[in-house]
Antibody, heavy 115, light 106 residues
Framework: EVQLVESGGGLVKPGGSLRLSCAAS????????MNWVRQAPGKGLEWISS????????YYADSLKGRFTISRDNAKNSLYLQMNSLRAEDTAVYYC????????WGQGTLVTVSS | DIQMTQSPSSLSASVGDRVTITCQAS??????LNWYQQKSGRAPKLLIY???NLETGVPSRFSGSGSGTDFTFTISSLQPEDIATYYC????????FGQGTKVEIK
């Protein structure tokens, strides 16, 4: 069974940093591109970053303005999102999701940016 | 960047009604389109992949059609458990989501 489990969310002050993790199991993690998607309270889904299976190709949404860094460790079947210079508008549930075919999502981890 | 325009943003229908949601891409995405259902506090659930293929275990009252730039998602007979927000997603070039359609029971 494919499982994606996010962790690392929490309350952080504006300007602070946080590192999210996504532990993958049940599939060949190193064969798939992976993504981070976020959803602000009461809002829609927003794709924020993608990383290729080997980690060679990385893409970000323009809205992030270089504050976030996606990475992966195929030996540990893990995906990461380093978030710096956090702002109130980054408050959201952050999901990791596997690329097609068959898109799988984690349950999400809540990041709250507030003083 | 590919933009996805989804409509309507919300709808109210009676149990048993046919419900249709549309999604338009800003450029040709072939059939690289998914439809998701998201219930409150839950992760999105994949219903339709590649524009028209029903995900395993999803009831047959859900269907999708279209290719290129214009896509349609249909619930043939709305059930109370279908109350949710539905999203289209293109994956031809990275990912982009539609704005979502909130479906309510009249």
């Amino acid at each position: 069974e494919v499982q994606l489990v996010e962790s690392g969310g929490g309350l952080v002050k504006p300007g602070g940093s946080l590192r999210l993790s996504c532990a993958a199991s049940g599939f060949s993690f190193s064969s798939y591109s992976m993504n981070w998607v976020r959803q602000a309270p009461g809002k829609g889904l927003e794709w924020i970053s993608s990383i290729s299976s080997s980690g060679s190709y990385i893409y970000y949404a323009d809205s992030l303005k270089g504050r976030f860094t996606i990475s992966r460790d195929n030996a540990k079947n893990s995906l990461y999102l380093q978030m710096n210079s956090l702002r109130a508008e980054d408050t959201a549930v952050y999901y990791c999701a596997r690329d097609p075919p068959s898109v799988y999502w984690g349950q999400g981890t809540l990041v709250t940016v507030s003083s | 960047d590919i933009q996805m325009t989804q409509s309507p943003s919300s709808l109210s229908a009676s149990v048993g009604d046919r419900v249709t949601i549309t999604c338009q891409a800003s450029q040709d995405i072939s059939n690289y389109l998914n439809w998701y259902q998201q219930k409150s506090g839950r992760a999105p659930k994949l219903l339709i992949y590649d524009a028209s293929n029903l995900e395993t275990g999803v009831p047959s009252r859900f269907s999708g059609s279209g290719s290129g730039t214009d896509f349609t998602f249909t619930i043939s007979s709305l059930q109370p458990e279908d109350i949710a927000t539905y999203y289209c997603q293109q994956y031809d070039n990275l990912w982009t989501f539609g704005q979502g359609t909130k479906v309510e029971i009249k």
